[in-house]
């Protein structure tokens, strides 16, 4: 139980293109999706958290207008990289969880590799 | 700031022999840890957790303890396996904080048969 997809798992795009990323919860209802970064070698950066039907949350230096989230259904939630340009380029994943009477992991995704040209 | 801290970067343990990887943090404000699994070009696998109000959860071969006095956490794992041969990620989470996640830089684990 708890399989989150993630979608593609690797895009390869010309610099100015918009990325768009799927993250699907495929036996659960994820009330909360949160949406991460990682870097060579380092640790996963929260970028932003997403709660089903509402705004997303934004981390302290992600620019909100060029990662979008949308969170529109308890099993859907998509990130899209506007205008990507090389400095984008990174491993994207996402994660899900339901809240309850008691705390939840959060389950991951496959992740994204994107590389921008 | 790092909040979590693996100090160790990587670990090599013989097959069948017990691994200890070792975390620690610095918020006091955590109160739910957890431990992942991850594989390069993979997204992490969860694999066990343990709430503040516990010093000891077990599942299977995985074993975690936490020690809130000394704001430190370890993952055993008895026996090792080459399978398990992976990156160990500590997280920890604050539900003052919306239950984000705060993760460690991770340990690379390598089980040798």
């Known amino acids: 139980g708890a399989v989150v997809s993630q979608h593609p798992s690797w895009v390869i795009c010309k610099s100015g293109t918009s990325v768009k990323i799927e993250c699907r919860s495929l036996?659960?209802?994820?009330?909360?999706m949160f949406w991460y970064r990682q870097f060579p070698k380092q640790s996963l950066m929260l970028m932003a958290t997403?709660?089903?039907?509402?705004?997303?949350?934004?981390e302290q230096g992600v620019e909100k207008d060029k990662f979008l989230i949308n969170h529109a259904s308890l099993t859907l939630s998509t990130l899209t990289v506007t205008s990507a340009h090389p400095e984008d380029s990174s491993f994207y994943i996402c994660?899900?969880?339901?809240?309850?009477?008691?705390?939840?992991?959060?389950?991951f995704g496959d992740g994204t590799r994107l590389s921008i040209l | 700031d790092q909040q979590v801290k693996q100090n160790s970067p990587s670990l090599s343990v013989q097959e069948g022999r017990i691994s200890i990887l070792n975390c620690d943090y610095t918020?006091?404000?955590?109160?739910?840890f957890l431990w992942y699994k991850k594989y390069p070009a993979e997204g992490p696998t969860f694999l066990i957790s343990i709430s503040s109000i516990k010093d000891k959860n077990e599942d299977g071969r995985f074993t975690v303890f936490l020690n809130k006095s000394a704001k430190h956490l370890s993952l055993h794992i008895v026996p090792s396996q080459p399978g398990d041969s992976a990156v160990y990620f500590c997280a920890a989470s604050a539900g003052e904080y919306g239950n984000k996640l705060v993760f460690g830089a991770g340990t690379i684990l390598r089980v040798k048969s």
């Open positions: 994660s899900a969880t339901w809240t309850g009477g008691r705390r939840q992991p959060q389950h």
């Open positions: 918020n006091s404000m955590f109160d739910y």
């Open positions: 997403s709660n089903e039907g509402s705004k997303a949350t934004y």
């Open positions: 036996d659960f209802q994820a009330t909360t």
